[in-house]
């Protein structure tokens, strides 16, 4: 079992940044692949960024790409999403969540955090 607990989220302006965390505990952290999604009203959820095991590998959809990074800490079981640029369409309900292989697809995953929320104004 994997237990996750994003933080970071708030109100930001257009063009400001912002990093969420999220802390691992349970399971070897190590062992993961972990992700983020977000998911807007109405919306369904959708992929964000992903790293592999040791944060040498990560992929990024492509409306963030040149905006968003992912990195992981492994010594501190936390991974991270650093939001610069942002816009007011990257608002909605960030997740963090881990697995066993590096995907696009929230059903792969095995464990998710509570989300935390994201507010961009324009």
């Known amino acids: 079992q994997v237990q996750l607990v994003e933080s970071g989220g708030g109100l930001v302006q257009a063009g400001g940044s912002l990093r969420l965390s999220c802390a691992a505990s349970g399971r070897v952290f190590g062992d993961y692949y972990m992700g983020w999604f977000r998911q807007a009203p109405g919306k369904e959820r959708e992929f964000v960024a992903a790293v592999n095991e040791n944060g040498g590998f990560t992929r990024l959809a492509n409306s963030v790409k040149g905006r968003f990074t992912i990195s992981r800490d492994n010594a501190k079981n936390t991974v991270y999403l650093q939001m610069n640029s942002v816009k007011p369409e990257d608002t909605a309900v960030y997740y963090c969540?881990?697995?066993?292989?590096?995907?696009?697809?929230?059903?792969?995953?095995?464990?998710w955090g509570q989300g935390t929320q994201v507010t961009v104004s324009s």
């Open positions: 969540a881990s697995g066993r292989f590096l995907t696009t697809t929230p059903a792969v995953y095995s464990y």
